[in-house]
């Protein structure tokens, strides 16, 4: 059951940011993003310039290192640039590591990446999060929608299969209630995970429920 997700990335480390602040749109098309082969660093962008932006201009930011004006499409100037990544991002980002495919160019803001990609489960995009957040990577989970035919109650609310089994768990053995009649680490040892998983889970099940009844906003 694959599930088709809308995040935000921020954090430090991630490329691009800079110079997203310095452009009036605050915001820079990527095609090429960050999950293509470990060492790739080249990326094709999307300027809304109207040719207020010179290769080197682009070339002047640190991170950097070469850049070449493509010319114009659907109004905006494209660019390749190769871009210094950090190590921490290299590592974050290994492919081998995720199973996913990019659904939509990432939008470059000041505030951070957004990206549109398709998983091959929610447990896959839960192991995405985690791992982002081992490497001081924000993850802010937009929409999740599961690609299938099915009627259950996680489809219908957009849950992962892990999110939804995590908040089955907690229903059961008390944890919502006053006062809580179990906690996250007896939850995390049931589950078989460990307790700041079983913590994240249950806040990003809760927030997709909050997203899916109240309506979601970016």
Known sequence: M???TKFLLSGPSLPLISLAELLPSGRIECVDGLCLERDSRVFIIY??????ISTDDLTAFEEVVDATALGRSSGKDVYRITVKLDDLISEAFAPERFSTSQMAPTV???KGWYEKKLFECGGA???FIDRCEDYGISVECISIEQNSASTGESSQYGLTSRQYEALTLAIHRGYFES???TST???AEEMGISQP???SLLRRGERQ????TLGSRQ
């Open 197 to 199: 998983s079983m913590s």
């Open 108 to 110: 470059v803001t000041p």
């Open 47 to 52: 300027l809304d310039t109207t040719g207020d």
């Open 2 to 4: 694959t599930v088709t």
């Open 179 to 181: 006062p809580r009649q």
């Open 209 to 212: 429920l909050l997203n899916s």
């Open 125 to 127: 995009f839960d192991g």
């Open 185 to 187: 680490k007896e939850l």
